[in-house]
Nanobody, 124 residues
């Protein structure tokens, strides 16, 4: 089992920044690719960003490309999502997830473990 706990969400004005953190415990963190997904009210879960086991590869949704950056620190068992130039459309619950594979993936069904989510609200 892998336990994931997200922190760092909150209320921010449009154009602002937030950094989400996801702390993992339970198994060897570096054995897992990690991802961030989000779900806005009334919408389906959406892929945001993913990173490979060693941080050597990452991918982003088109909607966040150039504004969000995913990173990880395997020594701290933590994955981060740095969000800049936030827009009201980024308002959602953000979830981190761990996939039992080394390469990154944008597909939600590749992920085995999920955090409880953290709310991000961007006001206009």
């Amino acid at each position: 089992q892998v336990q994931l706990v997200e922190t760092g969400g909150g209320l921010v004005q449009a154009g602002g920044s937030l950094r989400l953190s996801c702390a993992a415990s339970g198994r060897t963190f570096s054995n897992y690719a990690m991802g961030w997904f989000r779900r806005a009210p009334g919408k389906e879960r959406e892929f945001v960003a993913t990173i490979s086991w060693n941080g050597g590869s990452s991918n982003y949704a088109d909607s966040v490309m150039g504004r969000f950056t995913i990173s990880r620190d395997n020594a701290k068992n933590t994955v981060y999502l740095q969000m800049t130039s936030l827009k009201p459309g980024d308002t959602a619950v953000y979830y981190c997830a761990a996939a039992g594979r080394l390469s990154s993936s944008s597909y939600w069904n590749h992920y085995d473990y999920w955090g409880q989510g953290t709310q991000v609200t961007v006001s206009s």
